[in-house]
C-alpha cells in the first residue's frame, strides 16, 4: 500500500453508501436529467432571452417575492421560535404538530382558502372594505401560509440547542433577558436560522400553484413564465433559457441551504418555566398572528364549505357525496398515493441510508434536486424523452415518487446523523454483525423519522396536481384534479362544492399524515 | 506474573501503534493482562489511552501491532468476532430497549435464543443488583444505574475480556466510592481479564493488580500497581501519580521525597513557607535543603506549628529519578 494506511472499514463503509444511493440515483437520472436534458435540447436554449426586459423584470420579481416572504418569515418565526424554546405552557407541544397542517396542504386547498378571506367577494375584505385580491399581498399570504412554519420549525430546532444554562450564565454576568438572547442564543441558532431562511426562500422562489393561481398575469413568477412558454405558447427554446436561470438560481440556494448543515432537531429543555409579563404578550400576539395567516385560510374551506345565502347547509356536501365520480376520485388518490410513498419510502430510506454512510455533500445536494426543478418543464420532459410511457400508470406513479422522495430523505438523513455513534459500536462489540447492527439499531431508533418522511410524502402526493394535470388520463382524475376542474365552472353551488371537495382532501392528507406518523415523527 | 504457562493471557498487545494525521496517538504499546487479572491503562487525557483500547474492541484498526485474545489473533478480525466486553465511558445503552433486553442483546446477538438470553440477561442483572429495574428504559434511570446497566452488558457476553473505558467518570464522588468496591469484588467473581482505561490514579489503585502508565502514545511504566505507585520510574510518573515532592535537581535528575520518610518533631527547625487547610487537617509547605518540601499534617499534628517546623528525612527513602517532566506533557 502507498502513502499512510488508512481506516479500511471506513473506506468500506463509504463505497457501501453510495452503492445504497445508485437506485435513486439512477431513477433521478432517468426521471430528472434526462427528460430535463431532453427538454432543454429540443428547442435548444435562446440565452437571448435574458437581454429582454419583460423577463428581466420577472426574474426581479420572482426574487423579490422570494425574498420578502423569507425576511418576513424570520421577523415573524425568528422571535416565536425562540420564546417557544425558552418558555412551555399547556398546549404548546399541540401548536407545534397544528404548524404541520400547511406542510400537508394541498395548494388548491390553500388557494381557496385564501380566496375565501381575502379574495375580491372574501370575508375579510367585506369585513375591512379592502381589497387586497389585485396586491401581491395575497400572494406573500400564501406564501407565508406554507412557509412560516417551516421557518418556525427550523428556528425551533436552533434555538432548542442552545442550553438554558448559557443563556443562565448571561443573565448572571449582567445580560437582561433580550440582550441574552441576542448576544448568546442568537449567534448560537444562526445556522437554524439561515437555513430556514434559504428553504422559505428555495419555495418561495419556486412555488407554481400559488402565482399561478393568486398573483394573476402582473405578479407571474418564472415557474408560471416557464409554463405559459412551455405549456400555452410552445416556445421551448425560450423556456429553456429560463429553466437553466432558474436551476442556476435554486442550485446555488442550495448548496448554501446544505453547507449550514444543522442536525438533528433540538432536545427541549425539560422543566421550562410559564411565560409571564412581557414575553406572555410577545408570545400571545406572535401566536394569534401565526394562527391567522396558517390556519384561518383553512377554517375558511372548510366554513364555505358548509355555509350558503342562507347560513349553515349541507347542499354542498350531500352534491359531492352524491355525484358518482367522488368514489373514483378518492379510490384513485389513495392507490396512487399509496403506490408512490411505497416507491419513495424505499428509494428514499436507501438513499439517505447511503448518503449517511457516504458522508458525502454531493449526495446531500442531489437529495434536493426534485424540489428544485420546475414541474412543469420536467412534465414536458417526459413526454419529448418518454413518448411511448406518456399516458401509462406507471409514469405517473414514477412522477410522483420523485416528488415524494426529497421529503423522505430529509427527513430521515437528520435522524440518521444525530444516532450517537457509540451506540453502533456499541452493538458491534456485543456481537452483531454491521446488518444486525442496522436492524436491532439504527432501524429502530430512526423509524420515527421514517414514518415522518412518508407520512409528508404521502400528503404531498395525496394533493399533487401540477405533474397530474400533464400526464393523467380521464379515468385516472384524483381529488386535486377534480378541485381543479370545479374550481373552473361557475357558479356559487360550484364553489361550495369545490370547497367541500377541498375539505375532504384536506381531511384525507390530515388523517393519512397522522395515521402513518403516530404523532412522533420530526419533520423540517 | 502468569499463573499458569498453559493458560493463554486474556490479552496481549505486541507494539500496537496508531496514527491520527500528525499526531502519534499509540507508539508501539505493548500490554500483557493474564485471566483473571485486572490492569489499568492510566495517563492524563489525550494520551492515547482510548485508542489502545478502541484498537483492542477493533473499533479503530491499528497501523502496525499485533492483538490476541485469549490466545486468538484477532487484528484483523471485525469488532462482532472478537468476543470482548466493553464498557463505553458515556455507557451507550440502547435508548430504545429495556434494560434486560440491553442486557440480552450481546448474548443473543452471539447466538443464544431469546429465553436463553433473557435468562442470562437476568442472572448478570442480578450480580450488579439491579434485577428489579429489568423493565426500565435507560432514561428512566440513575447515573449510577445506567453505569451498573453498561456493565451487566458487557458481562452478559461472558467474554474473557472485559474493557473498561473510564468507567467511573460520570458519578459522583460517593457513588464511584461504593462502585469501586463492588468492581473489585465482581472482577474476582467474573474471573475474566480486566483492562481499565483511566486517568484517575485513585481508580487505578484501588481496581488494578497491575498498572501500565502511559504518556503521549507511549507506555513509560509498567507493573504491579503497589510497585508503580512506591517507586515510579521517572519524576514526571511520580507527579502525574501524585506525588506532592518531586524536587529537581542538577543534572536532568529528580527527588522523590515521599512523605512517610519525613519525621517531624526532631531534627533541624525550617521556615515555613504557606499553610493551607485540607479536608483532613493542613497541608504545610517548608524551605527545606533538598527544596520546599509539602506535607500534609493532621488536625492536631498542624496545632504544634509555628513560624518553623522541625523535621527530619530518611535519605534511605528518598529516590533518585531522571526528571522528564521537560518538553512534551
Known amino acids: 500500500m502507498f502513502g499512510r494506511r488508512r481506516a479500511v472499514p471506513e473506506d468500506r463503509s463509504r463505497l457501501g453508501g453510495w452503492l445504497l444511493a445508485l437506485p435513486a440515483l439512477v431513477f433521478t437520472a432517468l426521471l430528472l436529467a434526462l427528460p430535463l436534458g431532453r427538454t432543454l435540447l429540443e428547442g435548444g436554449v435562446n440565452f437571448g432571452i435574458w437581454r429582454d426586459p419583460y423577463f428581466l423584470g420577472r426574474l426581479g420579481w420572482t426574487l423579490l417575492q422570494a425574498t420578502g416572504t423569507a425576511v418576513l418569515a424570520l421577523l ?83 434555538f432548542s440547542r442552545v442550553s438554558p444554562g448559557l443563556l443562565g450564565a448571561a443573565r448572571t454576568l449582567g445580560a437582561g433577558r433580550w440582550r441574552a438572547a441576542l448576544d448568546v442564543a442568537l449567534p448560537l441558532a444562526l445556522p437554524g436560522l439561515a437555513a430556514g431562511f434559504v428553504l422559505v426562500f428555495l419555495y418561495s422562489a419556486l412555488s407554481f400553484g400559488l402565482p399561478l393561481a393568486l398573483g394573476g398575469e402582473a405578479y407571474a413568477t418564472l415557474e408560471v413564465e416557464i409554463y405559459t412558454l412551455t405549456a400555452l405558447q410552445l416556445r421551448l427554446s425560450e423556456a429553456s433559457a429560463l429553466i437553466v436561470g432558474q436551476l442556476a438560481l435554486t442550485l446555488a440556494a442550495t448548496w448554501l441551504y446544505t453547507r449550514l448543515g444543522q442536525g438533528g432537531v433540538g432536545v427541549a429543555a425539560a422543566g421550562l418555566p410559564r411565560p409571564r409579563g412581557g414575553a406572555l404578550w410577545a408570545l400571545l400576539f406572535l401566536c394569534a398572528l401565526t394562527v391567522l395567516l396558517c390556519f384561518a385560510p383553512l377554517l375558511a374551506v372548510a366554513l364555505r364549505g358548509l355555509l350558503g345565502h342562507g347560513g349553515l347547509t349541507l347542499l354542498y356536501w350531500r352534491g359531492l357525496l352524491q355525484d358518482e365520480q367522488t368514489p373514483l376520485l378518492l379510490g384513485n388518490t389513495l392507490r396512487f398515493g399509496l403506490m408512490a410513498v411505497t416507491g419513495a419510502t424505499l428509494l428514499g430510506g436507501l438513499y439517505a441510508l447511503g448518503a449517511w454512510l457516504a458522508r458525502s455533500r454531493l449526495l446531500d445536494l442531489v437529495s434536493l434536486l426534485p424540489l428544485m426543478v420546475s414541474p412543469v418543464s420536467l412534465a414536458v420532459g417526459y413526454l419529448l424523452a418518454y413518448p411511448e410511457l406518456a399516458a401509462t400508470l406507471p409514469m405517473l406513479i414514477a412522477a410522483y415518487v420523485l416528488l415524494a422522495l426529497p421529503l423522505v430523505v430529509r427527513s430521515l438523513l437528520p435522524a440518521l446523523r444525530a444516532l450517537p455513534p457509540r451506540l453502533l459500536e456499541a452493538a458491534r462489540t456485543l456481537g452483531a454483525s454491521p446488518l444486525g447492527a442496522w436492524r436491532t439499531v439504527t432501524l429502530p431508533l430512526v423509524r420515527p423519522a421514517l414514518r415522518g418522511g412518508a407520512a409528508l410524502a404521502l400528503a404531498t402526493v395525496l394533493g399533487e396536481f401540477g405533474a397530474t394535470l400533464v400526464l393523467t388520463r380521464p379515468e385516472w382524475a ?30 384525507l392528507s390530515v388523517t393519512a399524515f397522522t395515521v402513518l406518523d403516530g404523532g412522533e415523527g420530526e419533520v423540517t | 506474573m502468569t499463573p499458569h504457562l498453559e493458560v493463554p493471557p486474556a490479552l496481549q498487545t505486541e507494539a500496537l501503534s496508531k496514527q491520527f494525521g500528525a499526531v502519534q496517538a499509540a507508539r508501539e504499546v505493548s500490554l500483557e493482562v493474564a485471566a483473571g487479572q485486572t490492569l489499568a491503562l492510566l495517563g492524563p487525557s489525550g494520551c492515547g489511552k482510548s485508542t489502545v483500547l478502541r484498537c483492542i474492541a477493533g473499533l479503530e484498526r491499528p497501523d502496525a501491532g499485533r492483538i490476541e485474545i485469549g490466545g486468538r489473533d484477532v487484528t484483523r478480525l471485525l469488532p462482532e468476532a472478537r468476543n470482548v466486553g466493553l464498557v463505553f465511558q458515556d455507557y451507550a445503552l440502547f435508548p430504545h430497549l429495556t434494560v434486560l433486553e440491553n442486557v440480552a442483546y450481546g448474548p443473543s446477538r452471539r447466538g443464544q435464543s431469546r429465553l436463553r438470553a433473557g435468562a442470562t440477561a437476568l442472572e448478570t442483572l442480578r450480580l450488579v443488583g439491579l434485577e428489579e429495574l429489568a423493565s426500565r428504559k435507560p432514561a428512566q434511570l440513575s447515573g449510577g444505574q445506567q453505569q451498573r446497566v453498561a456493565l451487566a452488558r458487557a458481562l452478559a457476553t461472558r467474554s474473557p475480556l472485559l474493557l473498561l473505558d473510564e468507567p467511573l467518570s460520570h458519578l459522583d464522588e460517593k457513588l464511584r466510592g461504593e462502585l469501586r468496591a463492588d468492581l473489585r469484588a465482581l472482577f474476582t467473581q467474573v474471573a475474566a481479564g480486566v483492562l481499565i482505561v483511566t486517568h484517575d490514579q485513585r481508580e487505578a489503585l484501588a481496581l488494578a493488580d497491575r498498572v501500565a502508565v502511559m504518556r503521549s502514545g507511549e507506555l513509560v511504566q509498567q507493573g504491579a500497581a503497589r510497585e508503580v505507585f512506591t517507586r515510579p520510574a521517572t519524576a514526571w510518573v511520580a507527579a502525574f501519580l501524585g506525588w506532592l515532592n518531586v524536587l529537581p535537581q542538577p543534572g536532568g535528575r529528580a527527588l522523590l521525597v515521599p512523605e512517610q520518610a519525613a519525621e517531624l518533631g526532631v531534627g533541624e527547625a525550617y521556615p515555613v513557607l504557606a499553610r493551607q487547610p485540607t479536608e483532613t487537617g493542613e497541608s504545610v509547605t517548608v524551605a527545606h535543603l533538598l527544596g520546599p518540601l509539602t506535607l500534609n499534617l493532621s488536625a492536631r499534628e498542624a496545632g504544634v506549628v509555628g513560624a518553623t517546623l522541625r523535621l527530619q528525612i530518611d535519605l534511605a527513602r528518598v529516590q533518585t529519578v531522571p526528571d522528564d517532566r521537560a518538553g512534551h506533557y
Open chain 1, 76 to 158: 415573524l418565526g425568528a422571535p416565536l421560535a425562540y420564546l417557544l424554546s425558552r418558555y412551555d405552557w399547556p398546549g404548546k407541544g399541540l401548536f407545534l404538530r397544528l404548524l404541520l397542517l400547511p406542510f400537508v396542504t394541498p395548494t388548491l386547498v390553500a388557494v381557496l382558502g385564501l380566496s375565501a378571506l381575502a379574495g375580491p367577494h372574501g370575508w375579510l375584505t367585506l369585513l375591512l372594505g379592502l381589497d387586497l385580491s389585485e396586491t401581491p399581498a395575497l400572494l406573500l399570504w400564501g406564501n407565508l401560509f406554507f412557509n412560516l412554519p417551516v421557518m418556525i420549525r427550523l428556528a425551533y430546532g436552533g
Open chain 1, 478 to 507: 384524483t381529488l386535486s384534479t377534480g378541485l381543479y376542474e370545479r374550481l373552473g365552472r361557475p357558479g356559487e353551488r360550484n364553489l361550495g362544492e369545490a370547497c367541500a371537495l377541498a375539505t375532504l382532501l384536506l381531511l
